[in-house]
């Protein structure tokens, strides 16, 4: 199935924010119980707003621009793999953080990326309020995209504070989930050498 054209990935996801979300966190802190007015909570809303926008600012980025002019024709025919990519989202659910680590492998049709530019993807859909799943489909689509290769793979493991610090409180559990497109699903020896790419290192520690 033909993937949405490569601007579609800059997306508007309804109504824009409110001018300022510090009334809202200074509301928040009060039904939580607490005096917002006092020396250690007075500049939170402020800074809760900060970082909440710092954390979602994928929603104001796109692939396009991300990527910019760095596709140059190449003529290599192997597996390009950047592995072990730093990876920080939010959870949908409950707002607490995730992260671990990304492996990314594409199989290149006449053309390269820059290196430094994969992980800048991975950025655009992990600063958004998210859930792992989507997140690996949609790295795996962008560059599929993008590159227009043979095929990619994407594998992320993560650590969910909503699974950690609360609920079940499962402080070793690691999710793993992965994505592949064309080649790397359709041919087993592929698939096979990407996924020894990724194993291949000391994994999420």
Same mark, same amino acid.
């Given at each position: 199935?033909?993937?949405?054209?490569?601007?579609?990935?800059?997306?508007?996801?309804?109504?824009?924010?409110? *001018?300022? #979300?510090?009334?809202?966190?200074?509301?928040?802190?009060?039904?939580?119980?607490?005096?917002?007015?006092?020396?250690?909570?007075?500049?939170?809303?402020?800074?809760?707003?900060?970082?909440?926008?710092?954390?979602?600012?994928?929603?104001?980025?796109?692939?396009?621009?991300?990527?910019?002019?760095?596709?140059?024709?190449?003529?290599?025919?192997?597996?390009?793999?950047?592995?072990?990519?730093?990876?920080?989202?939010?959870?949908?659910?409950?707002?607490?953080?995730?992260?671990?680590?990304?492996?990314?492998?594409?199989?290149?049709?006449?053309?390269?990326?820059?290196?430094?530019?994969?992980?800048?993807?991975?950025? *655009?859909?992990?600063?958004?309020?998210?859930?792992?799943?989507? #997140?690996?489909?949609?790295?795996?689509?962008?560059?599929?995209?993008?590159?227009?290769?043979?095929? *990619?793979?994407?594998?992320?493991?993560?650590?969910?504070?909503?699974?950690?610090?609360?609920? *079940?409180?499962?402080?070793?559990?690691?999710?793993?989930?992965?994505?592949?497109?064309?080649?790397?699903?359709?041919?087993?020896?592929?698939?096979?050498?990407?996924?020894?790419?990724?194993?291949?290192?000391?994994?999420?520690?």
């Amino acid at each position: 199935m033909k993937s949405a054209s490569l601007h579609s990935f800059h997306e508007d996801h309804g109504e824009p924010l409110p *001018v300022s #979300l510090e009334p809202l966190v200074h509301d928040i802190l009060q039904r939580l119980g607490e005096d917002p007015t006092r020396e250690g909570l007075r500049q939170t809303p402020a800074r809760v707003e900060a970082s909440l926008r710092w954390l979602t600012r994928g929603y104001h980025m796109s692939v396009a621009d991300v990527i910019g002019d760095a596709l140059y024709a190449e003529r290599h025919e192997n597996l390009v793999c950047v592995r072990d990519i730093e990876v920080y989202s939010l959870c949908e659910h409950h707002l607490l953080p995730f992260f671990g680590r990304a492996h990314v492998a594409y199989l290149p049709n006449g053309r390269l990326v820059g290196l430094s530019k994969i992980p800048r993807v991975i950025e *655009v859909f992990a600063r958004r309020l998210q859930v792992q799943e989507r #997140l690996t489909d949609q790295v795996a689509d962008a560059l599929m995209e993008v590159l227009d290769p043979r095929g *990619v793979g994407v594998v992320i493991e993560a650590y969910h504070l909503c699974m950690m610090m609360r609920g *079940v409180e499962k402080q070793n559990s690691k999710t793993v989930t992965s994505a592949l497109r064309g080649a790397l699903l359709q041919d087993a020896k592929t698939r096979d050498e990407f996924l020894r790419l990724v194993h291949g290192g000391r994994g999420l520690e």
